[in-house]
C-alpha cells in the first residue's frame, strides 16, 4: 500500500442480512418488554384504580341515599331519588366495562326486624285532672337494597342498607362495618335518658339493576308514621290537650333476623358499651349489657335482640315507623 492512499472494506450482502435480522429482534425485544410492562404493571394498576373508585362512588352514593331515607321532612307520598354508580371500567383497548348490580329485595329473606315498646305518659289538662296515658308501639320490617360487584384486584366490597343502616361488607367469612346510624338511639343522662327509635322497611316487588353506567333510583314513601314526646310539653288525647308531666318507658325489645346479625351486634357494642370486654368480630358475643343503662343485648347464630331490663324514666321519646318501595 502506498503512503497517503486509502483503501475500502467490501460488504458482502449477507452481512447486511444478518445486521437487519439482529435489528429486527432487538426491536422485537423492545416490544416485549413494553408489551409485558404493560401487561405487567399498567393493567393491574388502571384496574385497582376502576375497582376503587367504583366501591368509593358507591359507598359515598349509599351514604347519600341513607341520610336521605331518614330527613325530617319524610312523608307519606314524598319520592327519594339517588343516583347509583353502576359498573366498573375496562382498561381501553382491552375490556369493555363489568356490569355490576343495585338491588332492592322487599321480600328477602336474608333481613326482617320487629319492635315493639310500651310508654306510660303521666299527663295534666288544662282544668289541672291528673292522669296516665300508655302508648304503645309495634312494627314490622323486612327487606333490603344493596350493592352487587365482583372485582379482581382489590377486596370486593358491597354494601347493604338494613333498617335505614348503611352497612359494608366485605365478603364471606370477614366482619362487616355498620356505617351508620344506628336505629336506637340512647342519648343523654342515665337517669332520665331521650331514646328514639327508627324502624325502615321495603315493599313492593323486587328490583334489580344491572348496568355498566349510573342508574336513578326512585323510592316512594308508602307509610310514614311520627311520634314525639318530650316532658313539658302538649299532646292531645281523645280530643282533649294535656300536658307530659314526666315519661317512663316500660318495655323496649328491638329484634334484627338475618345473616348481619353479628354486624349488628358489634355496631351496638361499639355504641353502647364501654367497657373493655373484647369482641371478636368473627365470633359472635351471645350476651352484654348497655354500660350505665337498663338495656341488654343477646345474640344467637342469625338473631340479635336488645330489651329493656326494668322500666326507666324518659326525658323524651320519638319514634319513626317508615315503608319505601321502588317506584
Known amino acids: ?59 359515598a352514593a349509599l351514604g347519600t341515599m341513607v341520610s336521605n331515607l331518614h330527613s325530617p321532612s319524610i312523608t307519606t307520598g314524598s319520592t327519594i331519588s339517588s343516583t347509583v354508580p353502576l359498573g366498573i371500567a375496562g382498561v381501553a383497548i382491552f375490556s369493555q366495562a363489568t356490569d355490576t348490580q343495585f338491588s332492592i329485595l322487599p321480600q328477602d329473606t336474608g333481613f326482617n326486624a320487629s319492635v315493639s315498646a310500651v310508654l306510660l305518659l303521666n299527663l295534666t289538662n288544662t282544668s289541672g285532672v291528673i292522669s296516665s296515658h300508655f302508648v304503645n308501639f309495634s312494627y314490622n320490617i323486612t327487606g333490603l337494597m344493596g350493592t352487587l360487584g365482583s372485582t379482581e384486584y382489590i377486596t370486593a366490597i358491597n354494601y347493604l342498607i338494613e333498617d335505614g343502616t348503611l352497612f359494608q361488607v366485605y365478603g364471606n367469612n370477614q366482619p362487616s362495618d355498620s356505617l ?63 300536658t307530659i308531666d314526666n315519661m317512663s318507658l316500660h318495655s323496649l325489645k328491638y329484634t334484627f333476623n338475618g345473616a348481619m346479625a353479628n354486624a349488628w351486634n358489634y355496631a351496638f357494642f361499639s355504641q353502647y358499651n364501654s367497657s373493655r370486654i373484647p369482641f371478636d368480630t368473627l365470633v359472635s358475643l351471645s350476651g352484654w349489657n348497655f354500660t350505665g343503662l337498663p338495656f341488654a343485648a343477646s345474640s344467637l347464630n342469625t338473631s340479635f335482640s336488645i330489651s329493656l331490663q326494668k322500666y326507666v324514666s324518659l326525658n323524651s321519646f320519638n319514634s319513626q315507623y317508615l315503608t319505601y318501595r321502588g317506584d
Open 1 to 59: 500500500m502506498k503512503k497517503g492512499s486509502f483503501f475500502s472494506i467490501s460488504i458482502k450482502k449477507n452481512d447486511k442480512g444478518v445486521a437487519e435480522v439482529v435489528g429486527a429482534i432487538l426491536i422485537f425485544a423492545v416490544l416485549i418488554t413494553l408489551f409485558t410492562s404493560f401487561m405487567v404493571w399498567y393493567i393491574p394498576a388502571q384496574t385497582t384504580a376502576n375497582e376503587t373508585h367504583y366501591e368509593v362512588q358507591n359507598k
Open 180 to 242: 351508620g346510624p344506628l336505629p336506637l338511639g340512647i342519648t343523654g343522662s342515665a337517669a332520665t335518658p331521650s331514646v328514639s327509635l327508627v324502624a325502615m322497611g321495603i315493599t313492593g316487588q323486587s328490583e334489580i339493576f344491572s348496568s355498566t353506567s349510573s342508574e336513578v333510583v326512585n323510592l316512594l314513601v308508602n307509610t310514614s308514621t311520627f311520634h314525639d314526646f318530650s316532658n313539658g310539653s302538649i299532646v292531645a288525647f281523645s280530643g282533649k290537650e294535656y
